[in-house]
């Protein structure tokens, strides 16, 4: 039962560490992005940032979708009210 609650608790312990790693890495993204966003908006390059600005939107939506299927691979059900 012992050595049963281990591989458990590693198992949980890989998961909890990747699924870290995956919202950091998505915290760390938007952060940049609206830094960035306003640093360029302040310096008045709205124009010639409107493209970079773009390319960060589309990135978000895709890691957004990359996190959404990878949340549902983790916890299947999650987000669903019963």
């Known amino acids: 039962m012992e050595v049963l609650s281990d ?7 890989k998961l909890d560490r990747n699924l870290g790693i995956i919202l ?3 915290v760390l993204m938007v952060w940049v992005s609206v830094t ?3 640093r360029l ?3 008045g ?3 010639k940032s409107r493209p970079f600005m773009r390319l960060l939107y589309q990135t978000q939506h895709q890691w957004l979708k990359i996190f959404g299927s990878i ?3 983790h916890f299947p059900g ?3 009210t019963s």
Do not use: T
């Open 7 to 13: 591989v458990l608790y590693n198992i949980l312990w």
């Open 24 to 26: 950091g890495k998505r």
């Open 41 to 43: 908006l302040k310096n």
């Open 45 to 47: 390059q709205e124009r």
């Open 71 to 73: 949340s549902q691979l």
């Open 78 to 80: 999650a987000g669903k």
């Open 36 to 38: 960035w966003g306003r």
